[in-house]
């Protein structure tokens, strides 16, 4: 089954917990803490697999978390990080951000990689508290939270050749004709529902070069009508486009057709517009084919469009048709399959920017490095929450929440956890 895209939810490891411990050893009395960091979490890795075609195996698995990290021990033992979390997609595979459709990468080479996900760093062990104030810390940070988010991955065919064109032209059994690709064919549109690739051997040669058969478009595909999204995304890759008309004009004028699908191009991209074409001219083993052959060619000759003449019924034409294709290639070099415009993908983070925003009687604080804080800091440990609050005033949290009107007792919310607001003395 052929599946071009998918939604996942993917995890980064969590931290692990640094570790509260104290030296206890003969003959020394009076030990200092010993507790280790906890390891880092694993990252959620996506890696191009060129054995892949499809994005089927995600039908089946949803969920992608990666290993979280060992926590610290005793004697200043660092807890083991997690293992990274490979996930194997196929080449041509873009990765949006769901939540804003921002396109993260375009994964388009045999093992290239990206981090989807990070792991969360290790918590500090005690020992890293000590100081000449605090000279036996009884508590440590918990783990960072991995990184998580839900991603869709968009899979856009890599081929030298896209086949377009109405539907029940005659593009499946050109594909079939030229190639050992086996694609299902009958006389009824819409036949072919997904993208059929094969690749074209021209033997002695030792030239080849991957053809694409994207399912028939109609009008108003790039507003969606009839899959036209799905479709249409599939071309965007290609380098040159075969457009396959009936010649014969059984269900409509190829001329008028073939305007009528580069419309379609053009309002979905102009730039599949401006790639170039060669028109097919199917359906030659009929006489009505034969006698709109010269108008066809009188019309779109002139214009810059090359008319090769074939029958995928009868086979006639098409050793010519991979010949004019070869030479195109040819003179087009070998530029790689062309990619998604990507920016480069960061975290929206600062780290010193802090939000209150206010609902009824309870505060919300909003911004990265503070609620990594509270999720790292041990609740239910006095002296981390002590720690906590002077960290607090020192980021000039509380003179925010008082701009904002707190008062004693007032809610305080940040990330998962809730605090009640009191002024330290």
């Known amino acids: ?63 992608y978390k990666a290993e979280k990290g060992q926590h610290g021990q005793g004697s200043n033992k660092a807890g083991r990080s997690g293992e990274d979390l490979i996930i194997r997609v196929p080449p041509g595979t873009v990765v949006k951000d769901a939540e804003t459709g921002e396109v993260m990468a375009d994964l388009v080479e045999p093992g290239q990689s990206f981090v989807v996900a990070r792991g969360g760093r290790g918590g500090r062990g005690n020992a890293r508290f000590a100081s000449s104030v605090n000279q036996a810390p009884d508590f440590a940070e ?24 109405f539907p029940n032209v005659g ?51 790039h507003q969606g009508l009839g899959l036209g999204h799905e479709f249409l995304k599939h071309v965007e890759r290609t380098r040159l486009l075969v457009h396959v008309i009936d010649a014969a004009g059984l269900e409509n004028d190829p001329i008028e057709g073939f305007y009528a699908i580069n419309r379609e191009l053009k309002n979905f991209d102009e730039k599949l517009a401006r790639k170039p074409q060669i028109v097919a001219a199917n359906k030659m083993d009929l006489p009505q084919a034969r006698e709109n052959l010269e108008k066809i060619k009188s019309h779109l000759e002139p214009k810059g469009y090359e008319v090769v003449p074939v029958s995928g019924a009868t086979g006639e034409g098409l050793r010519e048709l991979i010949y004019r294709i070869i030479q195109h290639l040819d003179r087009m070099g070998d530029e790689g399959p062309e990619t998604v415009e990507v920016k480069k993908y960061t975290v929206k983070e600062k780290d010193d920017e802090i939000k209150v925003v206010r609902d009824g009687q309870v505060f919300i604080v909003k911004g990265k490095a503070v609620e990594r804080l509270v999720a790292m800091t041990d609740l239910d440990n006095e002296s981390a929450v002590k720690r906590l609050q002077r960290v607090f ?21 940040i990330g998962n956890a809730e605090f009640y607001y009191t002024e330290l003395q």
């Not at 036949?191 to 478009?217: E, M, Y």
């Open 393 to 413: 005033k020192n980021m000039g949290l509380d003179e925010l929440l008082k701009k904002e009107g707190i008062k004693e007792g007032d809610t305080v919310r």
């Open 1 to 63: 089954m052929f599946v071009d895209k998918a939604k996942i939810y993917v995890k980064g490891g969590d931290g692990g917990n640094g570790a509260v411990a104290f030296r206890r050893e003969k003959y020394v009395p009076r030990g200092g803490p010993s507790g280790g960091d906890g390891g880092k979490g694993g990252d959620v890795v996506l890696v191009v697999d060129g054995n892949l075609s499809t994005l089927q195996d995600f039908k089946y698995k949803v969920h």
């Open 142 to 165: 918990k783990g960072e939270p991995g990184e998580e988010r839900w991603i869709i991955l968009e899979l856009k065919l890599l081929a030298d050749v896209g086949l377009v064109g």
């Open 171 to 221: 593009k499946s059994t050109l594909l079939s004709r030229m190639t050992a690709a086996r694609p299902k064919i009958a006389d009824y549109p819409f036949t072919t529902l997904t993208p059929n690739l094969g690749v074209v051997d021209t033997g002695p040669t030792g030239r080849s070069f991957v053809i694409a058969d994207i399912p028939g478009l109609i009008e108003g595909a």
